[in-house]
């Protein structure tokens, strides 16, 4: 096979990063559309400990599948290393960010620069959701969860089962 399709290959597939705690609305917004645009999305679940999740990565892995499942073309997996390690390991190109404000945008903008220092072949991909879930964060789902609030509609109705 000759070496450019092999690399065009690379940008067929694409991975979309967070802690998903949990996964919400919002995050199964940008995940349908980047399944639309690539041909394999894999959904990395970080364990990320220094935030202190209120679920286990092995539970937000567990949400993150179930809430995917009808996506032939997405695999969740969770991660404990560098993103980009981990898209270098996967030989995947493709970092998918999602954006609800400007303020998101500043943060991003900041770690696909780093990324890409890290790894000038990786790409970075922004992705706002529908403005139904603009405002849905995990954050947000987290302290309705505490309070004993209704969440049940911000997230996938699979993960409310599960929960």
Excluded at 67 to 77: G, Q, S, W, Y
Excluded at 93 to 100: A, F, K, P, Q, V
């Amino acid at each position: 096979m000759p070496k450019n399709i092999k690399e065009k290959e690379c940008y067929r597939r694409a991975i979309y990063s967070g802690t998903f705690d949990p996964i919400t609305n919002g995050h199964l917004d940008i995940i349908r559309r980047a399944a639309n645009i690539f041909d394999e999305v894999i959904i990395a679940v970080a364990k990320s400990e220094r935030k202190k999740p209120m679920f286990t990565q092995e539970q937000r892995v567990e949400f993150t599948h179930v809430a995917t499942h009808h996506l032939p073309n997405v695999r969740v997996e969770g991660f404990d290393t560098l993103l980009v390690d981990l898209a270098t390991q996967l030989k995947v190109n493709t970092i998918i960010r999602g954006l609800r404000a400007v303020s998101d945008f500043e943060f991003e903008l900041q770690m696909g620069y780093a990324n890409a220092s890290i790894n000038n072949k990786i790409e970075t991909l922004y992705l706002m959701p529908t403005l139904e879930n603009a405002f849905v964060s995990s954050t947000i789902v987290r302290e309705i969860i505490r309070f004993d609030g209704k969440f049940q509609h911000l997230v996938p109705k699979e993960v409310v089962e599960c929960m």
